[in-house]
């Protein structure tokens, strides 16, 4: 089933079906953030919900309590991330992976038994710190409005004939349907209130 299918679940009678989609306005950057944003959300859960695991997996059981932390602040940066200002949820991503590397950097000593696995993790970080930068720079570059500079919307209207055909239009030929009158005032249709 399509996507563009989903919507025709809670259609009512009557309604108009979604044929086809139109183009995104979301440039790559925004996908990229918000596939971003979403990973915040995976890992943040399980920095959150196995701390312990994490922790011994990586052979740094000492920091459980900073991994759920991490967790936590994972979870906070996805939010932005996935919102319209994504550039400030990407900033924190960044800033997380800076100290997610220094805490993956004191698993790499020679004497920790799990130091491959902290090796791999410390690699995948690296990898996703590029994403987040590449995203956060994509994203500022397609957002950026230079100093000064407003949109020009003077040449759109939102009444197809100019706003002098269209002034005056609900007065002509409105006819106030028969269920929309009533009799006598609202104060008569209101029920009397004992006091």
Do not use: C
């Not at 259609?11 to 596939?35: Q, T, V």
């Amino acid at each position: 089933m399509s996507l563009t299918n989903l919507p025709h679940i809670a259609r009512s009678e009557g309604d108009p079906r979604i044929e086809r989609k139109g183009p995104s306005s979301m440039s790559g950057a925004d996908r990229l953030a918000r596939a971003l944003g979403w990973f915040s959300i995976g890992l943040g859960l399980a920095e959150l919900v196995a701390p312990g695991r994490i922790a011994r997996s990586l052979g740094i059981d000492d920091k459980q309590g900073l991994i759920r932390a991490y967790g936590a602040r994972e979870l906070a940066s996805a939010v932005p991330t996935l919102s319209i200002d994504k550039s400030i949820g990407l900033a924190s991503r960044i800033a997380g992976d800076v100290l997610d590397l220094g805490t993956l950097a004191t698993a790499l000593k020679r004497d920790n038994p799990q130091r491959r696995n902290a090796a791999i993790a410390t690699a995948l970080v690296a990898g996703i710190t590029v994403l987040d930068i590449l995203a956060f720079s994509g994203v500022r570059s397609s957002h950026r409005r230079e100093p000064g500079t407003e949109r020009d919307y003077s040449d759109r209207s939102g009444l197809p004939r100019g706003p002098q055909a269209s002034r005056g239009l609900a007065r002509h030929d409105f006819q106030t349907p028969d269920d929309y009158r009533a009799d006598g005032t609202v104060a008569e249709a209101l029920p009397m209130l004992v006091a």
